[in-house]
């Protein structure tokens, strides 16, 4: 059976249902074939047009009408095929923690980001992973997290903002920009954490790098923050503001006053807490950010045209 443009359902051998009754109709009944044909005589006859006449809710042939496309089903799942990977990937990596302790904790010495490993006065201290680690661990730290918390905060953020960014860069592009943010975070560590000897862990820098990335188009009209949009992917590819131009929109200024307190706050009560020894990063979520916000041009393949980029709509 299936659903009719109108609400109406087709069933099996011409059988038609409205929306508070059954009526089959069987091919091989000549009185319904009857009823259709004074039906149509009568609205020809009511509506004074012979000629002419309105669509009838019944069909004059139940046999030989085709029944009406249904109509296409919503996706259940509307991220976007690079961000999906992505957060499924970082899931997977999580599973780490089912490793016996030592197992796990030799994982995140050698692929969390180590500031004391670049420390060129090392005499008696080594890390595991050897030269190689001080290389790849600039990228890979961003896919460890702590916990499920830590996951959901980050993915939290990435719904929206990760997905209008994946949208507009596609896959390639995307998967380099999340790389080249979370290098642009490490070293913003590295600069503020020299001697550290904890791992940093988690993908925030990388997160903060599409927040800031995608405020340069997401204020625009018919963007995804506007109050007028389009579908997912037209909203993506609005035209995108210059740097100069995004820094003087209010909407944009607002955002940075919002996203920089919020993170030194969050920065400096975690310091003065000092829960379990952890604190937040919040050196590589700026690095990340201002990785994001300068260098979007670059991985931008929608064709900056500033008279196209109107402002957001108020």
């Given at each position: 059976?299936?659903l009719g443009a109108t609400g109406q359902?087709?069933?099996?051998?011409?059988?038609?249902?409205?929306?508070?009754?059954?009526?089959?109709?069987?091919?091989?009944?000549?009185?319904?074939?009857?009823?259709?044909?004074?039906?149509?005589?009568?609205?020809?006859?009511?509506?004074?047009?012979?000629?002419?006449?309105?669509?009838?809710?019944?069909?004059?042939?139940?046999?030989?009408?085709?029944?009406?496309?249904?109509?296409?089903?919503?996706?259940?799942?509307?991220?976007?095929?690079?961000?999906?990977?992505?957060?499924?990937?970082?899931?997977?990596?999580?599973?780490?923690?089912?490793?016996?302790?030592?197992?796990?904790?030799?994982?995140?010495?050698?692929?969390?980001?180590?500031?004391?490993?670049?420390?060129?006065?090392?005499?008696?201290?080594?890390?595991?992973?050897?030269?190689?680690?001080?290389?790849?661990?600039?990228?890979?730290?961003?896919?460890?997290?702590?916990?499920?918390?830590?996951?959901?905060?980050?993915?939290?953020?990435?719904?929206?903002?990760?997905?209008?960014?994946?949208?507009?860069?596609?896959?390639?592009?995307?998967?380099?920009?999340?790389?080249?943010?979370?290098?642009?975070?490490?070293?913003?560590?590295?600069?503020?954490?020299e001697h550290a000897v904890a791992p940093?862990?988690?993908?925030?820098?990388?997160?903060?790098?599409?927040?800031?990335?995608?405020?340069?188009?997401?204020?625009?009209?018919?963007?995804?923050?506007?109050?007028?949009?389009?579908?997912?992917?037209?909203?993506?590819?609005?035209?995108?503001?210059?740097?100069?131009?995004?820094?003087?929109?209010?909407?944009?200024?607002?955002?940075?006053?919002?996203?920089?307190?919020?993170?030194?706050?969050?920065?400096?009560?975690?310091?003065?807490?000092?829960?379990?020894?952890?604190?937040?990063?919040?050196?590589?979520?700026?690095?990340?950010?201002?990785?994001?916000?300068?260098?979007?041009?670059?991985?931008?393949?929608?064709?900056?045209?500033?008279?196209?980029?109107?402002?957001?709509?108020?």
């Amino acid at each position: 059976m299936s659903l009719g443009a109108t609400g109406q359902t087709i069933g099996e051998e011409g059988a038609f249902s409205g929306p508070f009754l059954h009526l089959p109709v069987p091919p091989e009944t000549p009185i319904c074939l009857l009823i259709c044909l004074l039906a149509r005589l009568g609205e020809r006859r009511l509506s004074g047009h012979p000629r002419e006449s309105r669509a009838l809710d019944f069909p004059l042939d139940p046999v030989n009408t085709p029944p009406e496309p249904a109509a296409p089903r919503e996706p259940i799942l509307t991220l976007p095929r690079a961000l999906t990977v992505y957060v499924v990937l970082i899931a997977i990596i999580h599973l780490r923690v089912l490793l016996p302790p030592e197992w796990e904790e030799w994982t995140v010495d050698v692929f969390g980001f180590i500031p004391k490993r670049y420390d060129s006065t090392l005499v008696d201290l080594t890390f595991p992973g050897g030269e190689g680690a001080k290389v790849w661990s600039f990228v890979t730290y961003s896919l460890l997290h702590a916990n499920l918390s830590h996951i959901g905060f980050n993915v939290l953020w990435l719904l929206p903002f990760g997905s209008a960014l994946a949208r507009r860069f596609g896959g390639l592009r995307f998967y380099v920009f999340m790389a080249v943010t979370a290098v642009a975070g490490a070293l913003a560590h590295l600069v503020t954490h020299e001697h550290a000897v904890a791992p940093m862990i988690g993908a925030s820098a990388s997160v903060s790098g599409t927040m800031a990335a995608a405020i340069r188009f997401a204020f625009v009209q018919g963007s995804f923050l506007s109050f007028s949009r389009g579908d997912a992917d037209a909203a993506a590819r609005v035209p995108a503001l210059s740097l100069l131009r995004a820094l003087r929109n209010p909407r944009v200024q607002a955002f940075l006053v919002v996203w920089f307190g919020v993170n030194i706050i969050f920065g400096v009560a975690s310091i003065a807490i000092g829960a379990d020894g952890a604190s937040v990063a919040w050196q590589a979520h700026i690095g990340g950010f201002f990785a994001g916000l300068i260098l979007f041009s670059l991985f931008d393949p929608v064709p900056h045209r500033e008279a196209d980029a109107a402002p957001a709509a108020h």
